[in-house]
Nanobody, 126 residues
Framework: VQLVESGGGLVQAGDSLRVSCAAS????????MAWFRQAPGKEREFVAA????????TYAPSVKGRFTISRDNAKNTVYLQMITLKPEDTAVYYC????????????????????WGHGTQVTVSS
């Protein structure tokens, strides 16, 4: 599966932004999906994940209540809606796919995600 992120950009603190991840080559429905991010000079960190069934979602404490992950399997797309953005949210955002056999599971660590996009830059100015 190929993953392509889009929707990043430069926004001000307090603004909202939605980034998307379009999948091709395979049906998105067989994958648990996640968003990770990496800021300059920092390690990649987990942001949010959603199970194949979309029943289960999980978030990093730093974004819980501000970010929402969702998926549209018919459009083969996963979204990350971000509100009340902060300068510390500045990072390259990556989507990742795990060909999970479990419909209600999504992991918060980089393994076992096998497929990764190239990322989209989100910059939040103060």
């Amino acid at each position: 599966v190929q993953l392509v992120e889009s929707g990043g950009g430069l926004v001000q603190a307090g603004d909202s932004l939605r980034v998307s991840c379009a999948a091709s080559g395979r049906a998105l429905s067989v994958f648990a999906m996640a968003w990770f991010r990496q800021a300059p000079g920092k390690e990649r960190e987990f942001v949010a994940a959603i199970s194949r069934s979309a029943i289960m979602t999980t978030y990093a404490p730093s974004v819980k209540g501000r970010f929402t992950i969702s998926r549209d399997n018919a459009k083969n797309t996963v979204y990350l809606q971000m509100i009340t953005l902060k300068p510390e949210d500045t990072a390259v955002y990556y989507c990742a796919a795990d060909e999970s056999v479990l419909p209600n599971t999504a992991y918060t660590t980089a393994p076992p995600y096998d497929y990764w996009g190239h990322g989209t830059q989100v910059t939040v100015s103060s």
